[in-house]
């Protein structure tokens, strides 16, 4: 079967089809959420949406609590499991095509979600309809498990599974070709200022980053006073570190702002994280607890992304350096906090690691607390589920690289043998959680064959 030809036969399908999901904005929405809509409309109507499109292509679909759903074909006692996910993060600014549009431009739909992650989810969904339409005879059922709280926590496919079946196999296609075996631990620590701020604070508040997940591009400081010399001071810091920023005064209050560059949690290096920016500047201004706020910014993010000063650092072959990315900082009257979120390798001594960092923070002006921790998941290169993927891969690309680990998180940490299969294919570049996030349209159609080609090995007779 030739699943190329058969993926570039139906491109219009496919990019209209994804096109009309990135059209739906499908962020979190905490405050319009209820029992009827768990994580807000835009996720759900999401989750509708393919649900729709299932029943249209006459396969089996099942909505669980609103949260999550899955599309099935196929017969047979065991199950192939495809997790893809529908909702997506907060848009941010700096856009140069509409985010919920799907614009075509120069081989590229853009769009939020484009490439994380509903383009691999449409791409997969393709790859279903492909199979399905050539009548090749499934000796497992094919299930697309559909979630709409990736981004936020996974609360969606946690709900899933204590109702519905785990697959005997599956992969997400949710990451990087040639294939993720390996995905390191996901931890949210929360660092909490000891000192409640005074009533006579020289900073009034600090907000920075909306998800931590994200790198966060734009910080924002409100002072009660400043210096002759701190507007001076402020340019020369923009000039000395290529940044943008504004420091204006309103009703009284002196407000700092920094320009950053999101990026993924997982990669903090390729951001420029906007907070870390703000306070470096703010330590030479400050006192009292705010200084102690900023200061601790600096001396534990500020340095390196590998938690160093906190000795939470660690690197082992298979999964390279733990990072940490504080994505979410805010200090009002009430305290201040620093949500982040840890990617921690393989072979991380968890605990251990806690202890030491706590041990650290005896001395500090913070304390930690662990709000959650997702262990590292991995599978074998020598698996047969591994070996069968990479084939498939390496007959549509003739591409030899080797499998790799990660620093993000997809639905394959959840399943009981699951990788994470595609779709960013190697030198492309990684603008998931980023402005002007798009797919290529070629790679687009490529994946749907290669996942086409992958039910019809893993489900076929």
């Given at each position: 079967m030739n699943w190329l030809q058969i993926a570039r036969e139906r491109q219009e399908e496919l990019l209209a089809e994804l096109q009309q999901l990135i059209s739906i904005e499908s962020v979190l929405?905490?405050?319009?959420?209820?029992?009827?809509?768990?994580?807000?409309?835009?996720?759900?109507?999401?989750?509708?949406?393919?649900?729709?499109?299932?029943?249209?292509?006459?396969?089996?679909?099942?909505?669980?609590?609103?949260?999550?759903?899955?599309?099935?074909?196929?017969?047979?006692?065991?199950?192939?499991?495809?997790?893809?996910?529908?909702?997506?993060?907060?848009?941010?600014?700096?856009?140069?095509?509409?985010?919920?549009?799907?614009?075509?431009?120069?081989?590229?739909?853009?769009?939020?979600?484009?490439?994380?992650?509903?383009?691999?989810?449409?791409?997969?969904?393709?790859?279903?309809?492909?199979?399905?339409?050539?009548?090749?005879?499934?000796?497992?059922?094919?299930?697309?498990?559909?979630?709409?709280?990736?981004e936020s926590g996974f609360r969606c496919v946690k709900r899933y599974f204590e109702k519905e079946e785990m697959p005997t196999i599956g992969f997400a296609p949710d990451a990087d070709f040639p294939l993720i075996n390996a995905e390191k631990g996901i931890a949210h620590l929360v660092f909490s200022l000891k000192n409640k701020p005074t009533s006579n604070e020289q900073l009034l508040s600090f907000i920075a980053g909306k998800r931590i997940n994200m790198v966060p591009d734009f910080a924002e400081a409100k002072v009660a006073t400043i210096s002759q010399q701190t507007a001076a001071n402020f340019q020369k810091f923009l000039q000395e570190n290529g940044a943008e920023g504004s420091l204006t005064n309103e009703h009284n209050e002196y407000i700092i702002t920094v320009k950053g560059k999101s990026a993924h949690a997982m990669e903090p290096e390729k951001g420029v994280n906007a907070?870390?920016?703000?306070?470096?500047?703010?330590?030479?201004?400050?006192?009292?607890?705010?200084?102690?706020?900023?200061q601790f910014i600096v001396d534990v993010f500020g340095k390196d992304h590998y938690g160093?000063?906190?000795?939470?650092?660690?690197?082992?072959?298979?999964?390279?350096?733990?990072?940490?990315?504080?994505?979410?900082?805010?200090?009002?009257?009430?305290?201040?906090?620093?949500?982040?979120?840890?990617?921690?390798?393989?072979?991380?001594?968890?605990?251990?690691?806690?202890?030491?960092?706590?041990?650290?923070?005896?001395?500090?002006?913070?304390?930690?607390?662990?709000?959650?921790?997702?262990?590292?998941?991995?599978?074998?290169?020598?698996d047969e589920l591994v070996q069968t993927l990479v084939a498939v891969y390496q007959k549509y690309t003739n591409d030899f690289s080797q499998v790799?680990?990660?620093?993000?998180?997809?639905?394959?940490?959840?399943?009981?043998?699951?990788?994470?299969?595609?779709?960013l294919f190697p030198g492309e570049a990684d603008v998931a959680h980023q402005k002007d996030e798009f797919v290529e349209i070629e790679n687009l159609v490529t994946a749907a064959a290669i996942y086409a080609e992958a039910i019809a090995k893993l489900a076929g007779e």
């Open positions: 929405d905490e405050e319009a959420a209820s029992k009827e809509m768990p994580f807000g409309k835009g996720p759900l109507d999401a989750l509708d949406f393919m649900l729709k499109r299932g029943e249209a292509a006459g396969m089996t679909v099942k909505n669980v609590d609103q949260m999550a759903g899955h599309i099935e074909m196929g017969q047979g006692q065991e199950l192939l499991g495809i997790l893809c996910h529908v909702d997506v993060v907060p848009v941010g600014d700096g856009w140069t095509y509409p985010p919920f549009e799907g614009r075509v431009v120069d081989g590229k739909l853009y769009g939020r979600g484009a490439i994380d992650d509903k383009g691999p989810t449409m791409a997969a969904w393709l790859a279903m309809k492909m199979v399905k339409d050539s009548g090749i005879t499934l000796s497992k059922r094919v299930r697309m498990i559909i979630g709409t709280d990736e907070a870390v920016l703000l306070a470096k500047f703010l330590t030479t201004e400050l006192a009292g607890n705010g200084l102690a706020f900023a160093t000063a906190l000795q939470l650092n660690y690197y082992d072959e298979m999964s390279g350096e733990t990072t940490l990315n504080p994505g979410m900082l805010k200090f009002d009257a009430n305290g201040g906090t620093i949500e982040v979120s840890m990617r921690y390798a393989v072979t991380y001594s968890f605990e251990e690691k806690m202890t030491a960092a706590q041990q650290v923070l005896e001395k500090a002006d913070f304390t930690m607390d662990i709000v959650s921790n997702s262990k590292p998941h991995y599978v074998s290169e020598t790799l680990s990660t620093g993000g998180g997809t639905y394959a940490r959840v399943l009981k043998k699951g990788v994470a299969f595609g779709m």
